[in-house]
């Protein structure tokens, strides 16, 4: 009961353009031509930095000496 409703309401151009789509799709499914899904961006993976981690305490300690030599 709902798709009569929307019938009734569709323009002259909407009920076109479905029977044209259905015509050109039963033309293709008997030429045999496959639905290809769209094609996804890829997604660039981030650029590696080149900067060297040190640990928590090498840190730390590196930063005092640069603090106390700042001092002198």
Do not use: F
């Amino acid at each position: 009961m709902a798709d009569k409703k929307k019938k009734k309401d569709e323009g002259v151009l909407t009920e076109a353009a479905e029977a044209v789509g259905t015509a050109v799709g039963k033309v293709a499914a008997a030429l045999g031509v496959k639905k290809t899904p769209p094609a996804k961006p890829k997604i660039a993976k981030l650029a590696k930095s080149g900067k060297s981690r040190l640990p928590r305490k090498e840190k730390k300690a590196n930063k005092k000496k640069a603090e106390a030599a700042a001092r002198r």
